[in-house]
């Protein structure tokens, strides 16, 4: 293995960069994003988000001032749609630390030009998510009761219930994926810090940038870190929706009760949060013409991503029929048949619509190397996700083990008030994030360049 003295004594080669292409114009062009004059539609844009988002504190207003009798969960439907919005949010969330954490140990560089914004949109699904269980408390100002503190009382948690572990794993991984989104940050602050002209700006991004100088000391401590915390997120992306899979496992609900549901969830969270991915990289791709670095090539490859998920995401469909009918129980099978024939049944075939036929065009390339198909296919996924996750929670719910407790589950106003209204808070902090931060990281951009294979990129020293 070659040591730091036999790297020194090699001598220095300049990187090969394409006519007309340096290493100056990467940081030039993603930090223009950010000190350019605010465009117009960036207004409108985040405007529109905004009025979205007071539907949101309008809605929890009222949940607040009325209690949760305002939704439309009753007997026996207790859940409803607060836990398939926790549940699809935090699917969302995990193509974030996918991308940077997995993608950055096994070493594959087309990550770059998507981690920056995969990252940031982790945080902001995880932040929607953490709604959800709060409100569906029903009483929402008790929610510090979950963590373990000490107290007169001496009540604590119960460490049995699902929403405890919950509650432990949300905030893990939100909090290693905001220090691991912020630790990426710092040389980037650095970078815009020194550009930038207005010294209120200056003095923020300084202070963000905790005194970076880009020193061997630093670029040494910081790599550290980095690959550090890539090794704590990795195991998140699996365990904590093993844990969101255990709130319906380890329930004795038939359709719930399945050993299949953690890896068909972590296959279904990394499906979704990849279709998400594609919905909003190809148009902020467009708008401002980043096409020099989310090329073709990144989006053919989250395209053969989310095909192989949904691959397995179909597969434990299947599986869940199969073990209904292993079983020979018959409240079992009843359950999944009822899923086919029942009440809902136009939610289960759209479902096969949106996650099972819609993404079979990706086995095309000219579906995967074209924005506008892969566009229509990832908004197919966001649907099916979302119906998924609905069919999951009110189909095993609503016919109980006696019909005289049969019921219909439908949501009111105000949950899809709260729902829409989450979107909004969403899309208002990527409005955020894309107008004060460089949605891709500008120093691991820096020691890429386009070489001359096809558009396949060269390492060069940074």
């Known amino acids: 293995m070659a040591t ?33 004059r605010t465009p117009r539609w960036w207004y409108l844009g985040f405007g529109i988000s905004f009025l979205i988002m007071m539907m949101f504190l309008t809605a929890v207003t009222w949940l ?21 919005n926790f549940v699809w949010w935090i699917g969302i969330g995990h193509a974030g630390t996918l991308i940077s954490a997995i993608l950055l140990l096994l070493r594959q560089e087309w990550r770059t030009s998507i981690n920056r914004f995969a990252e940031a949109m982790t945080l902001f699904a995880v932040a929607c998510a953490g709604m959800f269980p709060v409100l569906h408390l029903g009483r929402p100002w008790l929610a510090y009761w979950l963590f373990p503190y000490p107290n007169t009382m001496g009540l604590w948690p119960q460490f049995r219930s699902p929403l405890i572990w919950d509650v432990f794993a949300v905030s893990t991984y939100a909090t290693v994926s ?25 003095i923020i991004y300084g202070f963000g940038a905790m005194g970076w100088r880009g020193s061997a000391a630093h670029w040494h401590n910081y790599e550290t870190a980095y690959l550090l915390l890539a090794g704590l997120a990795t195991p998140l992306v699996v365990s904590v929706h093993t844990v969101v899979s255990f709130d319906f496992a380890i329930g004795i609900v038939p359709g719930w009760h399945a050993t299949i549901f953690p890896p068909y969830f972590v296959a279904g969270a990394i499906y979704a949060g990849f279709a998400m991915v594609l919905t ?24 053969k991503v989310m095909l192989a998920t ?31 024939t029942g009440p809902y049944k136009y939610y289960w075939f759209s479902l096969l619509l949106c996650n099972l036929l819609a993404p079979q065009a990706l086995w095309l390339r000219k579906v995967r190397t ?52 989450t979107l909004g808070l969403f899309l208002s902090l990527l409005f955020l994030f894309i107008r004060f931060l460089p949605m891709i990281s500008i120093f691991e951009m820096r020691t890429i360049v386009p070489g001359t294979r096809g558009g396949e990129y060269t390492e060069v020293p940074r």
């Open 4 to 36: 730091l003295e036999d790297e020194r004594a090699k001598p220095y080669r300049p990187p090969i960069v394409a006519p007309g292409y340096t290493t100056a114009t990467v940081t030039d062009k993603i930090s223009e994003v950010v000190l350019q």
């Open 64 to 84: 607040f001032a009325k209690g949760v009798g305002i939704w439309g969960v009753n007997q026996p439907v207790g859940w409803g749609f607060a836990i398939v």
């Open 178 to 202: 905001a220090l691991f989104w912020y630790v990426g940050l710092i040389p980037d602050l650095a970078t815009l810090r020194d550009r930038s002209k207005k010294r209120i700006a200056q």
């Open 280 to 303: 909003l990289t190809i148009p902020l791709r467009a708008a401002f013409g980043l096409q020099d670095f989310i090329t073709l090539r990144h989006l053919q490859n989250m395209g």
């Open 310 to 340: 949904g691959l397995i995401v179909v597969y434990g469909y299947a599986m869940e029929f199969f073990f209904a009918w292993y079983s020979g129980h018959h409240v079992e099978q009843f359950t999944f048949w009822n899923r086919v």
């Open 370 to 421: 074209s924005p506008a198909r892969l566009f229509i296919v990832a908004m197919f996924v966001n649907a099916g996700m979302w119906i998924e996750r609905f069919v999951i929670v009110v189909t095993s719910l609503h016919r109980d083990f006696l019909p005289s407790s049969w019921g219909m589950y439908r949501g009111t106003m105000w949950d899809w008030m709260t729902f829409i209204g």
